[in-house]
T-cell receptor, first 113, second 113 residues
Framework: GENVEQHPSTLSVQEGDSAVIKCTYSDSASNYFPWYKQELGKRPQLIIDIRSNVGEKKDQRIAVTLNKTAKHFSLHITETQPEDSAVYFCAAMGNFGNEKLTFGTGTRLTIIP | NAGVTQTPKFQVLKTGQSMTLQCAQDMNHNSMYWYRQDPGMGLRLIYYSASEGTTDKGEVPNGYNVSRLNKREFSLRLESAAPSQTSVYFC????????????FGDGTRLSIL
């Protein structure tokens, strides 16, 4: 089955700086890669996703990049703000009968004012 | 719109007791999911229902059963609770079955003593 590794487990960034979270996956057939944000005590929220036919996707201050050859994808947050503090989860999904998400173990991002 | 509603929000059980976690969505979504979230382990899929009338096992189904009562409701049952089932349980839904949950409920924090 799919295995998703996420790094780092914790990340502290000065407000206004950029943050990068990286994930690797094992199944070369995986073709969908979402990212979720979970604030303390709250539900996970889908913030951005990318499919394997696209190398990069942006939505305002967040972007996701995908390198299919190396089997890794990353979340980039620019101009970080205190409300970006949360746990971020990456995930990967295969196809052809294996359309279930496998999640990474999460990155706790803290924005230092 | 309430989105995805889970009940109860908190529950404490004794080992061996049974209980059912309720989930309902009002978005007319076809697919529904049950996840558990443990510290340091991300989200793991217990069971899912790709469409009304169907249910399938996820990554960690042992000790659980599910019922897709109708299009709106998807319940999770613990027949004989064990301390290892202490966790936060999230229900989620998506418009179609592509494996990715789009909307999560607020979660049920379950402790088994």
């Amino acid at each position: 089955g799919e295995n998703v590794e996420q790094h780092p487990s914790t990340l502290s960034v000065q407000e206004g700086d950029s943050a990068v979270i990286k994930c690797t996956y094992s199944d070369s057939a995986s073709n969908y890669f979402p990212w979720y944000k979970q604030e303390l005590g709250k539900r996970p929220q889908l913030i951005i996703d990318i499919r394997s036919n696209v190398g990069e996707k942006k939505d305002q201050r967040i972007a996701v990049t995908l390198n299919k050859t190396a089997k890794h994808f990353s979340l980039h947050i620019t101009e970080t703000q205190p409300e970006d503090s949360a746990v971020y989860f990456c995930a990967a999904m295969g196809n052809f009968g294996n359309e279930k998400l496998t999640f990474g173990t999460g990155t706790r991002l803290t924005i230092i004012p | 719109n309430a989105g995805v509603t889970q009940t109860p929000k908190f529950q404490v059980l004794k080992t061996g007791q049974s209980m059912t976690l309720q989930c309902a969505q009002d978005m007319n979504h076809n697919s529904m999911y049950w996840y558990r979230q443990d510290p340091g382990m991300g989200l793991r899929l217990i069971y899912y229902s790709a469409s009304e009338g169907t249910t399938d096992k996820g990554e960690v189904p042992n000790g659980y059963n599910v019922s897709r009562l109708n299009k709106r409701e998807f319940s999770l049952r613990l027949e004989s609770a064990a301390p290892s089932q202490t966790s936060v349980y999230f229900c989620a839904s998506s418009e179609t079955f592509q494996g990715q949950p789009q909307h999560f409920g607020d979660g049920t924090r379950l402790s088994i003593l």
